[in-house]
């Protein structure tokens, strides 16, 4: 998972390098090339908390899930918030959540608990950020504007358009389970 947004960052850094140029060069504003680390700061700052909590602890849990559950080990809520040290209750309603729009499976009983089919393996971190955040998570304006569009663009919004769209791209790339094997691996983590 940190190789991925780590992948991400950097791509974001690169476009951003060259969008700070290009706008510097066009507006000749030499004070922005002095303040260029504290731009690049808040952007890539900006980027990185699109997502809400809810939707960072949802990919961890289900990370954790597809790592360490399978239909004869299921997890429950309480042992998968503990080891990725994320607040029991608001993940068991998280979990509640992604169970009720198939993006996890539970089963009740003695032996019940969470984990994920072959199907739910095969899907998207995307699908799990749009069922806990919403839609709006990588259309919303980068300067918060309710209107905003490529035929009504913000000041900003052809620059910072690409990115939100190369995250989005590579967020419904992964599968669930690439992602769960590299950080098996220890390519990555999750707490």
């Known amino acids: 998972m940190i190789n991925m947004w780590l992948f991400i960052i950097k791509k974001i850094k690169l476009v951003f390098y ?3 140029f290009k706008v510097t060069k066009l507006c000749n504003l030499s004070k922005l090339k002095h303040d260029f680390n504290h731009i690049k700061d808040i952007f890539i700052f900006y980027i990185c908390t699109m997502l809400s909590n809810q939707s960072q602890y949802a ?3 289900v990370l954790y899930l597809a790592i360490h559950a399978s239909d004869l080990n299921k997890l429950g809520s309480k042992e998968v918030g503990e080891n990725i040290h ?3 209750p608001f993940l068991a309603k998280i979990f509640q959540t992604l169970n009720k729009e198939k993006l996890i499976t539970s089963s ?3 032996k019940g608990g969470f984990y994920l089919s072959p199907d739910q393996l095969s899907g ?3 699908s799990i950020i749009q069922c806990i955040d919403g839609y709006d998570t990588f259309s919303s304006c980068f300067l918060g504007l309710p209107k905003c569009s490529d ?3 913000c000041a900003i919004h052809h620059l910072t358009g690409p990115l939100r769209d ?3 791209n590579e967020l419904n790339k992964r599968s669930i389970q690439e992602l769960a094997k590299e950080t ?3 390519k990555s983590h999750i707490f």
Do not use: T, W
Request: charge should be positive.
């Open 86 to 88: 994320v607040p029991v």
């Open 184 to 186: 098996k691996k220890g």
């Open 59 to 61: 990919i961890r849990g």
């Open 124 to 126: 998207n971190l995307m």
């Open 166 to 168: 190369q995250l989005f």
């Open 18 to 20: 060259n969008i700070v």
């Open 151 to 153: 035929e009504n663009p």
């Open 108 to 110: 009740k009983g003695p």
